[in-house]
């Protein structure tokens, strides 16, 4: 009953052991393909972004060029200019666009909420010394999201003469986002959330060099992260549009400046991973079930065979007894029936000797000698016959 106990217990032992392997293997490759799937999703959202932010791009090459932008510049017709600007952000839906001096004055806008002087702005900077500026903050009183494209005005002399600066509004760009899967966000290089396809974590920041995401204001929601298989495994409390356990990836993008990220519901690889531990350890509890089976059954044979052995060897004991007894018997019957024939054989020379003895009494009485003498000779035949006869028993009772 130990022993069978034993075996049970590191059987079970066994295949726990075994559906730890397979668990944190199975894990490992459901991330594995989560993680291939999720950098394609990101690298997707990734060029989705960089896509629709570089129209603006262009519109600002574009707009560099035109003739009422160049006589905007100059001055020279002021109304017709800011109509022009005012119909190309209607028609490319863009919060403003503002035409700058070689100081970075404001000098004509589609809308006059803006500063006049952006001298300060490092996109305003670069494209003022005749390169291509771009970068993101906000654009108040017009939207606390912004993304800034600005591009160099060359005047005949091949000098920069002034600067189109192209506003986006961020809210326009990941409006069409909210909500689709998994979810994403990007992140400049001071850790701020500035466009995301959830919009209660917009505008949140990293602090002190972590991973972790904080609002501006308020609570700050739980964070864990942890590495499994080489993969990094946020566990958030960021509300029920994101996932409670997720695969954390990133993606930087050098040419809008900021890092694309996106978290992967870790769920269904936990349950791919379970399923695969459960078919395992099915089987393995099916087969050893099975060879349990085959042991009791073994074992069973086994007690039975040696009862069978135990039951031939009594019966073959008892066999021999009853054969020797049989034996004994034979023996004894015959001893029987030698000594009813030896007892037949003395006895009959015994009664001729008696009998010959009392008539040789009477012949003696008689005065008849020679008759008692016939006697006698008689009775001595008859001593010497049985003498024969001891001998005989004699030598068989020596064999």
Known sequence: ??????????????????????????????????????????????????????????????????????????????????????????????????????????????????????????????????????GHGAA??????????????????????????????????DYNWRGTNPPAFFTDVNGVVYISNRSEILLWQRRDGTPELRPPQGEEPSFDVRLRGGHEIWTVGWGPYLPREALHLTQDLPVIGMTGEVLLDVTPAYALAQAQVAA????????????????????????????LEARVAERTAALRQAQDDLVQAGKLS??????????????QPLMAIRSFAENAVQFMARDKPERAEENLTRISDMARRMGRIIQNLRAFARQ
């Open 334 to 347: 015959a001893l029987g029936q030698m000594s009813a024939g030896i007892s037949h054989e003395l006895n």
């Open 280 to 307: 395992v350890a099915a089987l393995c509890l099916a087969f050893g079930s099975l060879l349990f089976l085959a042991s009791e059954r073994r074992r069973a044979l086994a007690e039975a065979n040696m009862q």
């Open 1 to 134: 009953m130990l022993q069978r106990l034993a075996f049970v217990v590191a059987f079970l032992a066994v295949v726990l052991a075994l559906s730890g392997a397979v668990w944190r293997y199975g894990v490992n490759q459901a991330l594995d393909q989560l993680a291939a799937r999720g950098e394609a999703d990101l690298a997707l959202a990734g060029d989705r972004l960089v896509g629709q932010l570089q129209r603006y791009r262009d519109l600002a090459v574009t707009m560099a060029d035109h003739p009422g932008v160049v006589a905007g510049l100059r001055g020279e017709t002021p109304e017709q200019t800011r109509d022009l600007l005012r119909e190309v952000a209607d028609k490319s839906a863009t919060l403003d666009v503002l035409v700058l001096d070689a100081t970075g004055q404001v000098r004509a806008a589609a809308q006059d909420a803006l500063p006049r002087d952006l001298s300060g702005q490092p996109h305003v900077q670069r494209a003022l010394r005749g390169a291509l500026g771009w």
């Open 140 to 173: 108040l009183p017009l939207t606390e999201r912004a993304f800034y494209h600005a591009a160099p005005m060359f005047g005949p002399n091949g000098r920069v003469q002034g600067a189109v600066v192209v506003i986006t509004d961020l809210n326009g760009i």
